[in-house]
């Protein structure tokens, strides 16, 4: 099971920081952050191995948001700067036990709860 925490009201230009808390060990997980607006699909914004050494981000994020894990406390963290009102969605983290971070939310068999951010222009 997969929380997240940590979504709110931001102003543009502000900074967020998500956390995703799993129930049992991540270890051997590609972990990833997804975000959806209504009407849309789920879109890929960042993923990070299991080992924390490869990552990878959407392009629109990219030098803005930093993933990073830390598996001994079953923990994915999504810390994101300089945030615009196009950032405005509600974000998942989600679990995928395979190899290689992938873009595609199909790729993935686990999935938390969504979290609110919401940027004000």
């Known amino acids: 099971q997969l929380q997240a925490f940590g979504g709110g009201l931001v102003q543009a230009g502000g900074s967020l920081r998500l956390s995703c808390v799993a129930s049992?060990?991540?270890?051997?997980?590609?972990m990833a952050w997804f975000r959806q607006t209504p009407g849309k699909q789920r879109e890929f914004v960042a993923g990070i191995s299991w080992n924390g050494d490869y990552k990878d981000y959407r392009n629109s994020v990219k030098g803005r948001f930093t993933i990073s894990r830390a598996n001994e406390k079953n923990t994915v963290v999504l810390e994101m700067y300089r945030m615009k009102p196009e950032d405005t969605a509600a974000y998942y983290c989600?679990?995928?036990?395979?190899?290689?971070?992938?873009?595609?939310?199909?790729?993935?068999?686990?999935w938390g709860q969504g979290t609110q951010v919401t940027v004000s222009s």
């Open positions: 989600a679990a995928r036990d395979g190899v290689g971070v992938r873009s595609s939310a199909y790729e993935y068999e686990f």
């Open positions: 049992e060990g991540i270890n051997f997980y590609v």
